[in-house]
């Protein structure tokens, strides 16, 4: 009997140490996502946003929404990293079965990271973006004393009245959904059915807009990428665009020197001179003009300086690039071609491959397990090299989808700029990143990616048993990528193959009138 009480003793001591153990190491992880989102955020933040010195309330606010939104940014950092993450863990833990310093890594861990990813990004999508983005707009109730309390009390009402309309549309939408009479029973079970179904609707939604942003953002990453690198001299003549913007840079510094754009000032006879150069200008000294005048040629001179100063950045760009190695100029860019043109024609290939899977075998349906059983079996019959292709699949995928996101012409105008984001913007950002990032675990197995069962909650989502669902899925993801590719690819080949048989060379017709001559 005492040996049996010690050994359950043990046993308590033993799961005691693990999960603070576990808890220590999510902290630290948390932790360490939370300084980098930071960093990220207070790069593209505006200055005059959160540098509030005539009002210590406005500061306070903006601090708090600041945190909310680096806390939502790290959850989506987190939950890109989550699968990658597993995947590499089941294959050390294959590798080095009995090492004593990988003990600590275990499915008990793994499900604990990914329950923790489903309850932060749930919570950040229902409550803390939400809440940040009606705080910085409060003032507080009419009548009520002012303070950081009394936006708090606004917020929380406004907070309350939308969660009501939510949940009453998703009401709604469920009960027109099952009208049978077990349906309508289980609208009454908050926790086990209105909140899943809550959340399938988010997931769905967030899967939905990767199968857009993604094959987009594919066949871009192409373009994106020919822009970063510098491509070969048969591609692309850096020394004509290089002349073409000094050229330029002179003329706007002439314009400035004269006194502004001629196009701007009134002459004599009520019409607007459109010259070039200062000798253009009426018979009109500035001195004569009226303040009007006056406001439109000082405009006008300010506009000028901000076109300057777009030119000298593109120069220097221009200069950089021109001063490459040739290694750099003659390997990097088709190295870089080819990596993309693989990974991508890899996926479409996997995904393909999947469908005719899903019409064999109703193994290949996502599913979700709940428990993680790591370093029993590889989740690639590549063994750990196809475990690292998943991994590096995964994140190509993600970074396409982000590309594709902001690329897109709904969504364009959400793209941060560094130093001049404002508030409302970053919340944005970081409710867009957040959707895109939470379903990616779910878009990753759905399109048969990694075979990775989906851990906790994850798998909890109703649409993910629909056959028709999944296989649709994957006939429309495997046909837009086609499709933007084909497209894409077929335009950019001509493009280049027009400038390398110097087609673009051609004379031009003259111009009809000197005064509309351009430098370039």
């Known amino acids: 009997m005492a040996s049996t009480e010690q050994d359950a003793l043990v046993l308590r001591e033993q799961l005691f140490h693990e999960r603070v153990r576990e808890c220590i190491i999510c902290t630290l992880l948390f932790t360490s996502l939370y300084i980098l989102c930071h960093f990220i955020i207070t790069h593209f933040k505006k200055h005059t946003d959160f540098a509030a010195e005539h009002d210590d309330e406005d500061a306070a606010v903006n601090r708090i929404a600041l945190g909310l939104c680096t806390f939502t940014l790290a959850v989506a950092v987190g939950a890109v990293l989550l699968l990658p993450f597993s995947i590499i863990s089941n294959e050390v833990l294959l590798s080095f079965p009995h090492n004593y310093y990988i003990q600590w890594l275990n499915g008990s861990l793994v499900h604990g990271l990914w329950n923790l990813v489903?309850?932060?990004?749930?919570?950040?999508?229902?409550?803390?973006?939400?809440?940040?983005?009606?705080?910085?707009?409060?003032?507080?109730?009419?009548?009520?004393?002012?303070?950081?309390?009394?936006?708090?009390?606004?917020?929380?009402?406004?907070?309350?009245?939308?969660?009501?309309?939510?949940?009453?549309?998703?009401?709604?939408?469920?009960?027109i959904m099952g009208n049978d009479a077990a349906s309508r029973q289980s609208l009454y079970d908050l926790w086990e059915y209105y909140l899943p179904y809550l959340y399938s609707c988010i997931s769905l939604f967030g899967v939905l807009l990767l199968l857009v942003c993604t094959p987009f953002g594919l066949s871009t990453m192409f373009t994106v990428t020919g822009q970063l690198l510098v491509k070969p001299?048969?591609?692309?003549?850096?020394?004509?665009?290089?002349?073409?913007?000094?050229?330029?840079?002179?003329?706007?510094?002439?314009?400035?020197?004269?006194?502004?754009?001629?196009?701007?000032i009134p002459t004599r006879g009520g019409a607007l001179s459109v010259d070039e150069g200062p000798s253009a200008l009426q018979p009109l000294s500035i001195s004569s003009l009226t303040g009007k005048a006056s406001c439109w040629l000082n405009w006008n001179v300010e506009l000028l300086q901000e076109q300057l100063f777009a030119i000298r950045s593109k120069r220097r760009k221009l200069e950089l690039r021109h001063r490459a190695s040739p290694w750099q100029r003659n390997l990097g860019y088709p190295l870089a071609m080819l990596g993309l043109l693989a990974l991508t024609?890899?996926?479409?290939?996997?995904?393909?491959?999947?469908?005719?899977?899903?019409?064999?075998?109703?193994?290949?349906?996502?599913?979700?397990?709940?428990?993680?059983?790591?370093?029993?079996?590889?989740?690639?019959?590549?063994?750990?090299?196809?475990?690292?292709?998943?991994?590096?699949?995964?994140l190509y995928l993600m970074v396409s989808s982000v590309v594709g996101f902001y690329s897109s012409p709904l969504f364009t105008r959400l793209l941060p700029v560094r130093q001049d984001t404002p508030l409302t913007k970053i919340i944005g950002n970081c409710v867009s990143l957040l959707v895109l990032s939470s379903a990616l675990p779910v878009f990753s197995r759905t399109l048969g990616i990694t075979r990775f069962d989906l851990l906790g909650d994850f798998g909890r989502f109703n649409w993910l048993g629909n056959f028709y669902i999944v296989f649709l899925y994957n006939m429309g993801f495997a046909a837009l990528t086609t499709l933007c590719l084909v497209k894409r690819v077929s335009w950019a080949v001509q493009a280049e193959l027009i400038r390398a048989f110097g087609l673009h060379k051609l004379p031009l017709p003259m111009p009809r009138s000197r005064h509309l001559t351009q430098p370039c």
């Not at 950081?148 to 907070?159: D, F, G, N």
């Not at 850096?238 to 502004?260: F, K, N, P, Y």
């Not at 024609?345 to 393909?352: A, D, E, F, K, R």
């Open 233 to 264: 001299w048969l591609l692309e003549d850096l020394d004509e665009q290089l002349s073409c913007t000094r050229l330029e840079e002179a003329a706007v510094s002439r314009r400035i020197c004269s006194g502004g754009c001629p196009a701007w």
């Open 345 to 394: 024609g890899t996926s479409v290939l996997i995904v393909c491959f999947h469908v005719l899977e899903l019409l064999l075998d109703d193994a290949a349906m996502p599913r979700g397990i709940q428990d993680a059983s790591l370093g029993q079996v590889s989740f690639s019959i590549f063994g750990s090299f196809g475990a690292a292709l998943q991994v590096i699949l995964i």
């Open 118 to 175: 489903f309850l932060f990004s749930n919570l950040s999508l229902v409550f803390l973006m939400p809440f940040a983005y009606f705080f910085t707009e409060s003032e507080g109730f009419a009548g009520s004393k002012k303070g950081i309390m009394a936006r708090v009390y606004e917020t929380s009402v406004v907070l309350l009245l939308l969660t009501l309309l939510v949940l009453g549309m998703v009401w709604v939408a469920s009960a």
